[in-house]
């Protein structure tokens, strides 16, 4: 099983600053199979990225992904009051064991 | 518009089992897999399994192996879970979502707690 660790756990930011989220897989992730999600309380979770980069329907261009491998990065440019939620990454590349990382909060500063 | 539309909460005892369903819309139902995703209450999500709504194919976390089961009725675009020998850490909020891209439609979710 890919173990998916998060950092930071949690990440104070203002509104108009820059965020960056890291997402690190215990082994390679297959064809960069790797998608971010963002989820508020009580809401199903949010696709945002997919494909370690590729942003989904609809997703500001604000978001973007990067990374290759076994380590990737959700950066969100010139934070808004809605982006202040909480975000996990999950690889799919693995026999279909579909692992999710642990989550970052991103909280107002 | 896709939509996934999961059955209502469900409470269960410790030992029993559960079944839970999500109703899929707007989109040709066998073309795409079906997660089953979990969260309980304050904690990240996890992921049980997946289905092929095509020929019923299955994979499930190892965690979970012998107690979960997927499958699906290909007359009613609808795909199930069922958890057996439930425990009280079962309690969760249980999510389908659709496999395109990545897991790009999620359901409402449905309660499931597990108390004496």
């Known amino acids: 099983e890919i173990v998916l660790t998060q950092s930071p756990g949690t990440l104070s930011l203002s509104p108009g600053e820059r965020a960056t989220l890291s997402c690190r897989a215990s082994?390679?992730?297959?064809?960069?199979?790797l998608a971010w999600y963002q989820q508020n309380p009580g809401q199903a979770p949010r696709l945002l990225i997919y494909?370690?980069?590729s942003r989904a329907t609809g997703v500001p261009e604000r978001f973007s992904g990067s990374g290759s491998g076994t380590d990737f990065t959700l950066t969100i440019t010139r934070l808004e009051p809605e982006d202040f939620a909480v975000y996990y990454c999950?690889?799919?590349?693995?026999?279909?064991?579909?692992?999710f990382g642990q989550g970052t909060k991103l909280e107002i500063k | 518009q896709v939509q996934l539309v999961q059955s209502g909460a469900e409470v269960e005892k410790p030992g029993a089992s559960v079944k839970v369903s999500c109703k899929a819309s707007?989109?040709?139902?066998?073309?795409?897999?079906m997660n089953w995703v979990r969260q309980a209450p304050g904690q990240g999500l996890e992921w049980l399994g997946i289905?092929?709504?095509?020929?019923?194919?299955?994979s499930y976390a190892q965690k979970l192996q012998g107690r979960v089961t997927m499958t699906r009725d290909t007359s009613t675009s609808t795909v199930y879970v069922e958890l057996t020998r439930l425990r009280s850490e079962d309690t969760a909020v249980y999510f389908c979502?659709?496999?395109?891209?990545?897991?790009?439609?999620w359901g409402q979710g449905t309660l499931v707690t597990v108390s004496s």
């Open positions: 979502a659709r496999q395109g891209l990545a897991a790009d439609y």
């Open positions: 289905i092929d709504p095509s020929g019923g194919g299955t």
């Open positions: 082994q390679s992730v297959s064809n960069n199979f």
């Open positions: 494909g370690a980069s």
């Open positions: 707007g989109y040709t139902f066998t073309s795409y897999y």
């Open positions: 999950q690889q799919y590349g693995t026999s279909r064991d579909y692992t």
